[in-house]
């Protein structure tokens, strides 16, 4: 996807909204995502982090290196290809560290919560949102000071997962192809863009 169909995405934008989010790409915290258990693979050629690679089991947090007090627009693209039990969404700055957060929905210590989604394999997220994702999955993200868009595209051969007597069972996703949601957030809280695996 490239050009006019790539900035038609963002809906409800004006040309120099587009053009600042398709200029924008957020790094990954790595001296945390190292710490948790995380190993970052970079392009040879781009130097861009090309896969993301979970060491040991859940869960554990990767988050940006940079939050919206730091830039006004964060954002992610990444496909999912392995482990698809996972949470995305924002995060207040002042819980990165702590693993659980996402998942949980933990206040900080002004009030404010996690928001975002999480993939429908996922079991005892309080997250507000729950889809389907899977492998091939495309996520993107896009974190402004008082508001979170998503847009969450599925491979044309998709399977989604389900549990049927502990195990889990792929079956044909006969579900939309692309899924979009906003949810606004408080803008005097800063937060980062996260992603939690289980």
Not at 61 to 76: G, I, M, N, P
């Amino acid at each position: 996807m490239h050009g006019p169909e790539q900035a038609c995405r963002w809906r409800f934008c004006s040309w120099l909204e587009r053009l600042k989010i398709a200029e924008t790409e957020s790094q990954f915290d790595r001296l945390r995502c190292e710490k948790q258990g995380f190993m970052l693979l970079n392009d040879p050629v781009t130097l861009r982090v090309s896969m993301i690679r979970l060491e040991g089991i859940g869960p554990k947090l990767l988050v940006s290196d940079l939050s919206t007090a730091d830039v006004s627009l964060l954002r992610w693209r990444m496909e999912i290809r392995g482990n698809n039990a996972v949470e995305f969404g924002t995060i207040p700055v002042s819980l990165q560290d702590n693993p659980k957060s996402l998942h949980k929905c933990l206040a900080d210590t002004c009030g404010e919560r996690p928001s975002g989604f999480y993939s429908s394999i996922t079991i005892g997220s309080l997250l507000p949102v729950r889809l389907p994702v899977m492998k091939g999955s495309i996520i993107e993200m896009v974190a402004r000071r008082d508001r979170l868009d998503v847009i969450v595209t599925h491979p044309l051969d998709a399977a989604e997962l389900s549990w049927k007597n502990t195990v889990t069972v792929p079956t044909a996703y006969k579900g939309p192809r692309e899924l979009r949601f906003q949810q606004d957030l408080a803008p005097d809280c800063p937060v980062k863009l996260p992603i939690e695996y289980h």
